[in-house]
T-cell receptor, first 113, second 112 residues
Framework: GDSVTQTEGQVALSEEDFLTIHCNYSASGYPALFWYVQYPGEGPQFLFR?????EKGSSRGFEATYNKETTSFHLQKASVQESDSAVYYCALGPLTGNYKYVFGAGTRLKVIA | EAAVTQSPRNKVTVTGGNVTLSCRQT?????MYWYRQDTGHGLRLIHYSYGAGNLQIGDVPDGYKATRTTQEDFFLLLELASPSQTSLYFC???????????FGPGTRLTVL
């Protein structure tokens, strides 16, 4: 079935480090791909989306490129800050024939000042 | 800015208890969703709806009912709560397919 795999459960970095969080998906059809961020005590917030192959989404210094060949949508940021510490979710949808979305398990990012 | 509110924010009940979680969105979005969030599983879809009176089954529906009474209000019902339903529950809404979802602040439910 349709699924999203986030390889890293936790990532620990120092400020100004380069960030990559890996996201791979499996889906029938041609879903849109999303990244959400969740800060402690809050609900997830939309970060950005990409809807077609090779499209780049970006927001707040984060970016990811839709790659249909490798079925990936990896999140990157050139220089992380302590305030980026949060949980990041990759998601896909809506699925063919309905309007469901599938989320990955999430990646907890901790940035040390 | 879309606003999604949930109530209660925290709830403790006993096994076999009856619980209703409420969600309201104020932007007349068509699509509303209930998720549960558990460590290691991320967000899992329980039920969803595309309008008043409409209900669709999600990926983890067992033990849950839902009702969409108006465009704004979406309720999640646990009629015989079990400890396995202890979780953080999020409601979300969106106004169109391929659009982002707006999430509420969550309800933490503990079933003893």
């Amino acid at each position: 079935g349709d699924s999203v795999t986030q390889t890293e459960g936790q990532v620990a970095l120092s400020e100004e480090d380069f960030l990559t969080i890996h996201c791979n998906y499996s889906a029938s059809g041609y879903p849109a791909l999303f990244w959400y961020v969740q800060y402690p005590g809050e609900g997830p917030q939309f970060l950005f989306r990409a809807s077609r192959d090779k499209e780049k989404g970006s927001s707040r210094g984060f970016e990811a490129t839709y790659n249909k060949e490798t079925t990936s949508f990896h999140l990157q940021k050139a220089s992380v800050q302590e305030s980026d510490s949060a949980v990041y979710y990759c998601a896909l949808g809506p699925l063919t024939g309905n309007y469901k979305y599938v989320f990955g398990a999430g990646t907890r990012l901790k940035v040390i000042a | 800015e879309a606003a999604v509110t949930q109530s209660p924010r925290n709830k403790v009940t006993v096994t076999g208890g009856n619980v209703t979680l409420s969600c309201r969105q104020t932007n007349s979005h068509n699509y509303m969703y209930w998720y549960r969030q558990d460590t290691g599983h991320g967000l899992r879809l329980i039920h969803y709806s595309y309008g008043a009176g409409n209900l669709q089954i999600g990926d983890v529906p067992d033990g849950y009912k839902a009702t969409r009474t108006t465009q704004e209000d979406f309720f999640l019902l646990l009629e015989l709560a079990s400890p396995s339903q202890t979780s953080l529950y999020f409601c979300a809404s969106s106004d169109a397919l391929y659009a982002e979802q707006f999430f509420g602040p969550g309800t933490r439910l503990t079933v003893l």
